[in-house]
């Protein structure tokens, strides 16, 4: 079945970087974007971006440009989310789903990843 | 970028009842081309990933079950709980995919009355 399995909760001081993983399996990784999407505590779910599995190309969404990073690694099926110099407004939880390309629908997500950025 | 907007902020139903949860983009999301309104509904438990439930306004995801239900087109959308149980209690989210950047409603909290 598809699964996406992301990485455990991570605690952060400010200015410090996380990277967060996600690990597909049960479908063809490349036939498949990833998206991510961030869920500050008690709020809404907002889009961050996603990264073309075929050509690792990334898109940002406005507000997630700079210390956001998107990558891969197709060799093992696991696309990666970084965060540079975190700020106490990126706590959140990152959810890594997927869709079959821009203009669709998130047909299975990861579990999340809780990031907390604190001193 | 398309704001979505959703109706109530919460709502508490009594078992059995009738849920609707209304929708509603700031422009349409459907292209003429194909007919198809490119709009999602997700159901996010406490401490769970949101899960797709209906998908193109009103296709049910596979392994849902058919007391939820999807309607709408143009800029106005509903999702019905047509018998509300006790495993349905969630948070509710609507989602157009019609143009980038994706966007999300803020979200229904549904609970029992």
């Known amino acids: 079945q598809v699964q996406l399995v992301q990485s455990g909760s991570e605690l952060r001081k400010p200015g410090a970087s996380v990277k967060v993983s996600c690990k597909a399996s049960?479908?063809?990784?490349?036939?498949?974007?990833v998206n991510w999407v961030r869920q500050a505590p008690g709020q809404g779910l907002e889009w961050m971006g996603w990264i073309n599995t075929n050509t690792g190309n990334p898109t940002y969404a406005r507000g997630f440009t700079g210390r956001f990073v998107f990558s891969l690694d197709t060799s093992v099926n696991t696309a990666y989310l970084q965060i540079t110099n975190l700020k106490s407004e990126d706590t959140a939880v990152y959810y890594c789903s997927r869709n079959d390309g821009s203009g669709s629908y998130y047909d299975s997500w990861g579990q999340g990843t809780l990031v907390t950025v604190s001193s | 970028d398309i704001v979505m907007t959703q109706s109530p902020d919460s709502l508490a139903v009594s078992l059995g009842e009738r849920a609707t949860i209304n929708c509603k983009s700031s422009q349409g999301v459907s292209y003429s081309s194909d007919n198809k309104n490119y709009l999602a509904w997700y159901q996010q438990k406490p401490g769970q990933p949101p899960k797709l439930i209906i998908y193109?306004?009103?296709t049910r995801e596979s392994g849902v079950p058919d007391r939820f239900s999807g309607s709408g087109s143009g800029t106005d959308f509903t999702l019905t709980i047509s018998s509300l149980q006790a495993e349905d209690v969630a948070v509710y989210y609507c989602?157009?995919?019609?143009?980038?950047?994706?966007?999300f409603g803020g979200g229904t909290k549904v609970e029992i009355k």
């Open positions: 049960g479908y063809t990784f490349s036939s498949y974007a």
């Open positions: 989602q157009q995919y019609y143009s980038s950047p994706p966007t």
């Open positions: 193109w306004a009103s």
